[in-house]
């Protein structure tokens, strides 16, 4: 997951959405490298974010690492 995604999960609650614009693609979202095709290097990425459910508050950094979440 993106930093920038990490971000504006933490400042949600349950039954909200947003848009979540991240421009600084270096430093928050998928950076030089992209996702080619479908995102380019460096790319601004916007996309609609909305909270389900949570079972508990993550802390910055959980998915940075690819562990595994537990409840």
């Known amino acids: 997951m993106i930093e920038g995604w990490e971000l504006a999960l933490l400042t949600m609650n349950v039954g909200e959405r947003a848009t979540v614009r991240i421009d600084d693609a270096a430093k928050f979202g998928y950076g030089e490298a ?6 380019p290097s460096n790319a601004p990425i916007e996309m609609e974010m909305e909270i389900l459910s949570a079972e508990e508050r993550l802390e910055m950094g959980a998915f940075a690492n690819n562990e595994p979440l537990t409840p």
């Open 34 to 39: 992209g996702v080619p095709p479908i995102v």
